[in-house]
């Protein structure tokens, strides 16, 4: 058994289209299909966890190893590394905006964590010693 998506009149298995109005036919006991609208929508909030997770890794992982780890000759480009957090954070704030609507709570924990991973990362550049110190009036 059928019934019309549209006035709602029942038809046999076999009827395609509504006669009355041509609106397609649903099988009332058929099992839905997974909604993909919002798995898009869930995996945007996670994406932007993921973005602002490793933002503060572009802050962590320079201000931890520091110059000895990041350097290119006698130049230590630690400071470098926070600069690709920055882009990274701006991205997950965009994911997050995206996942709002559906996945709230993951949508304010990614915005919240890629806000702080920006302060973090200008922090660092800040804090660390490198090309740009003379840049930034350290
Ligand atoms: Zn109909």
């Given at each position: 058994?059928?019934?019309?998506?549209?006035?709602?009149?029942?038809?046999?298995?076999?009827?395609?289209?509504?006669?009355?109005?041509?609106?397609?036919?649903?099988?009332?006991?058929?099992?839905?299909?997974?909604?993909?609208?919002?798995?898009?929508?869930?995996?945007?909030?996670?994406?932007?966890?993921?973005?602002?997770?490793?933002?503060?890794?572009?802050?962590?992982?320079?201000?931890?190893?520091?110059?000895?780890?990041?350097?290119?000759?006698?130049?230590?480009?630690?400071?470098?590394?926070?600069?690709?957090?920055?882009?990274?954070?701006?991205?997950?704030?965009?994911?997050?905006?995206?996942?709002?609507k559906?996945?709230?709570?993951?949508?304010?924990?990614?915005?919240?964590?890629?806000i702080?991973?920006?302060?973090?990362?200008?922090?660092?550049?800040?804090?660390?010693?490198?090309?740009?110190?003379?840049?930034?009036?350290?």
């Amino acid at each position: 058994m059928k019934k019309c998506t549209y006035c709602g009149k029942e038809y046999p298995d076999e009827a395609t289209v509504c006669e009355r109005d041509a609106e397609p036919l649903y099988d009332p006991n058929a099992p839905k299909p997974p909604a993909k609208a919002g798995v898009t929508k869930k995996s945007s909030a996670s994406v932007s966890l993921i973005l602002a997770g490793i933002s503060h890794l572009c802050w962590l992982i320079p201000m931890i190893a520091g110059n000895q780890v990041f350097h290119v000759g006698n130049q230590g480009v630690a400071e470098l590394i926070p600069l690709i957090g920055l882009p990274l954070a701006i991205v997950a704030i965009v994911f997050a905006v995206r996942g709002f609507k559906t996945k709230a709570g993951l949508a304010v924990a990614g915005l919240i964590i890629a806000i702080l991973a920006i302060m973090m990362c200008v922090a660092a550049i800040f804090a660390l010693p490198g090309p740009l110190q003379p840049m930034i009036g350290m």
